[in-house]
């Protein structure tokens, strides 16, 4: 009986040992054992309507296909297999997250993609479209663009000579921890400082962004390269309206602050008219790209990647006023916090008037009136 135990005994302890060997051979298999990958079909514009595609994209199919003709030799992949993900996908990916504010997830989910590698390609894809600034955003440097856009502001509202209108906005970020306080303003938000100069047609023929909230907007146009080469003369007899935290300049001009002749408030009226597709341009701007805009909250990228989307942003606005392409999205808006906020910073750095400047809004508000009442006179006659 004895022996029969310790048969017994030693038969479990070998079926022991044998599974313990088993389970150690097997065990580093599984650890290393791939998943299998699930690749998520690609998104692409067929099957989808035109309404749909400027809701989803803000560019139409035609602009769009342009688009990707455009970047497509920058994004080319090196190696194509067959997961590569196609520049078409890459591409619609980011336009989705501009318009819709979500760069991460969402873009992810509707480009068919993981998030990795939707942050991988996205700056790829911005500095593809930065690359076409040249193309899309030129400040009219021609003897006959100059003269169009003096005669496309002159229909405004009668100001003449007028180039551009200039004004700044800001677009929210989580700013760096080091420099947190160039970016924060008295609400304890933070921002870029972003300068902007549109013709009448409401599209960017200027951008600056590169500032902090921190940074007064005087002091972007006083070291920007458009404000040397009205210096140089380059503009001729060119120039700018803004609002009065710019000071007025042979080549920029502001309102009057006190009112005391007839003149002076025509010409006040019509520098007002002139002035507001700035912040009508910007509204479009923000309502049209939500990444843009103060209800999307602020972007979590860095400062540089910032000013990239911003600028990215401006070209796509500069296609679609080409192109006619409507803005399907509710009326622009200017929250009331941020108008103020702006009002505060432009009058902390308002410059002192130049008396060549203020010779020339002279200049211009003793011939406004003759136009002023003949302009009113013939409407009446009509």
């Given at each position: 009986?004895?022996?029969?135990?310790?048969?017994?005994?030693?038969?479990?302890?070998?079926?022991?040992?044998?599974?313990?060997?088993?389970?150690?051979?097997?065990?580093?298999?599984?650890?290393?054992?791939?998943?299998?990958?699930?690749?998520?079909?690609?998104?692409?514009?067929?099957?989808?309507?035109?309404?749909?595609?400027?809701?989803?994209?803000?560019?139409?199919?035609?602009?769009?296909?342009?688009?990707?003709?455009?970047?497509?030799?920058?994004?080319?992949?090196?190696?194509?297999?067959?997961?590569?993900?196609?520049?078409?996908?890459?591409?619609?990916?980011?336009?989705?997250?501009?318009?819709?504010?979500?760069?991460?997830?969402?873009?992810?989910?509707?480009?068919?993609?993981?998030?990795?590698?939707?942050?991988?390609?996205?700056?790829?894809?911005?500095?593809?479209?930065?690359?076409?600034?040249?193309?899309?955003?030129?400040?009219?440097?021609?003897?006959?663009?100059?003269?169009?856009?003096?005669?496309?502001?002159?229909?405004?509202?009668?100001?003449?000579?007028?180039?551009?209108?200039?004004?700044?906005?800001?677009?929210?970020?989580?700013?760096?921890?080091?420099?947190?306080?160039?970016?924060?303003?008295?609400?304890?938000?933070?921002?870029?400082?972003?300068?902007?100069?549109?013709?009448?047609?409401?599209?960017?023929?200027?951008?600056?962004?590169?500032?902090?909230?921190?940074?007064?907007?005087?002091?972007?146009?006083?070291?920007?390269?458009?404000?040397?080469?009205?210096?140089?003369?380059?503009?001729?007899?060119?120039?700018?309206?803004?609002?009065?935290?710019?000071?007025?300049?042979?080549?920029?001009?502001?309102?009057?602050?006190?009112?005391?002749?007839?003149?002076?408030?025509?010409?006040?009226?019509?520098?007002?008219?002139?002035?507001?597709?700035?912040?009508?341009?910007?509204?479009?701007?923000?309502?049209?790209?939500?990444?843009?805009?103060?209800?999307?909250?602020?972007?979590?990228?860095?400062?540089?990647?910032?000013?990239?989307?911003?600028l990215t942003c401006s070209i796509l606005h500069n296609i679609c006023i080409k192109r006619n392409i409507p803005l399907l999205e509710p009326d622009?808006?200017?929250?009331?916090?941020?108008?103020?906020?702006?009002?505060?910073?432009?009058?902390?750095?308002?410059?002192?008037?130049?008396?060549?400047g203020v010779r020339r809004r002279q200049h211009i508000v003793n011939n406004f009136l003759k136009y002023y009442h003949h302009h009113h006179l013939?409407?009446?006659?009509?």
């Amino acid at each position: 009986m004895e022996v029969i135990l310790i048969q017994r005994e030693r038969r479990r302890r070998a079926q022991q040992q044998q599974q313990q060997l088993q389970q150690h051979q097997q065990g580093p298999q599984r650890q290393h054992r791939r998943q299998e990958r699930i690749f998520h079909p690609r998104t692409t514009l067929q099957g989808l309507r035109e309404h749909d595609i400027i809701q989803r994209y803000r560019l139409n199919w035609q602009a769009i296909q342009q688009l990707l003709r455009n970047i497509e030799q920058q994004l080319a992949p090196t190696l194509v297999t067959p997961h590569t993900i196609p520049t078409e996908t890459k591409l619609l990916a980011v336009l989705h997250a501009l318009a819709s504010g979500s760069f991460q997830t969402t873009g992810a989910l509707v480009g068919g993609i993981s998030q990795p590698s939707f942050s991988a390609f996205l700056p790829k894809v911005l500095d593809a479209i930065i690359g076409l600034t040249p193309h899309h955003i030129c400040f009219p440097n021609t003897l006959q663009k100059q003269q169009e856009t003096k005669q496309g502001f002159y229909a405004i509202s009668g100001f003449p000579h007028v180039l551009g209108a200039i004004d700044c906005t800001h677009v929210r970020l989580v700013p760096p921890a080091a420099t947190e306080h160039l970016y924060r303003n008295r609400k304890h938000t933070h921002s870029i400082n972003v300068q902007a100069i549109v013709d009448h047609q409401g599209m960017f023929t200027n951008i600056v962004a590169k500032y902090p909230r921190s940074v007064h907007d005087s002091y972007i146009f006083r070291h920007c390269t458009i404000n040397q080469h009205f210096q140089d003369g380059r503009y001729g007899n060119g120039l700018l309206v803004a609002d009065q935290g710019y000071g007025i300049q042979p080549w920029i001009m502001t309102p009057f602050g006190n009112l005391s002749t007839a003149s002076e408030r025509a010409y006040n009226d019509a520098h007002k008219g002139t002035c507001s597709i700035v912040e009508r341009t910007f509204g479009i701007l923000k309502s049209r790209f939500r990444c843009l805009n103060i209800t999307g909250g602020s972007l979590l990228y860095s400062p540089e990647m910032v000013c990239k989307i911003i600028l990215t942003c401006s070209i796509l606005h500069n296609i679609c006023i080409k192109r006619n392409i409507p803005l399907l999205e509710p009326d622009p808006y200017m929250p009331e916090d941020e108008e103020e906020e702006d009002a505060a910073l432009q009058h902390e750095g308002e410059q002192p008037n130049t008396a060549a400047g203020v010779r020339r809004r002279q200049h211009i508000v003793n011939n406004f009136l003759k136009y002023y009442h003949h302009h009113h006179l013939m409407n009446y006659c009509k």
